[in-house]
């Protein structure tokens, strides 16, 4: 989850919405992902969907069973799709969404049994990930 918010900070720089993401499998780093849906014009370049897909292409298959995402904000219903989509086993993230969260919060994608069962773990560095999406906005309303 470090790496995330490393990458998530990175985002924030850049002018986007500060959320970073990271495959792993088991203890090996996979792909990392962050926000970049203002650079690439894209409404789908969500960090999880970034990281999602460079782990398919690093893996070489579409299937990341026994793989975890690590994200510093609850996925939204795009986003839990593809990770169902994705056979991940495991969703672990930082930042509830009350407005868009579809991993408990406002949608439970993963846990309606749809695709098999992904495993969610919420609030892992809560308060830093809350505090890095706070202070971005914050700094956004006042510009």
């Avoid at 900070?9 to 849906?37: D, H, I, K, Y």
Wanted: charged share 25%.
């Amino acid at each position: 989850m470090e790496r995330a918010l490393e990458l998530a900070q990175e985002a924030g720089n850049a002018g986007e919405v500060p959320v970073g993401a990271v495959v792993v499998s088991g203890n090996t780093l996979v792909a990392v992902g962050r926000n970049r849906m203002q650079e690439a014009r894209d409404p789908r370049a969500h960090a999880e969907m970034e990281a999602i897909s460079a782990a398919r292409e690093q893996t070489g298959t579409g299937r990341l069973d026994g793989h975890t995402l690590y994200v510093t904000l609850e996925p939204c219903p795009m986003c839990a799709g593809a990770l169902l989509l994705a056979r991940l086993d495991r969703v672990v993230f930082g930042a509830w969404d009350p407005r868009l969260g579809a991993c408990g919060s406002q949608f439970d994608l993963p846990g309606a049994g749809i695709l098999g069962d992904v495993r969610v773990r919420p609030e892992v560095l809560q308060e830093r990930c809350s505090r890095l999406l706070s202070q971005w906005f914050d700094s956004r309303r006042q510009e």
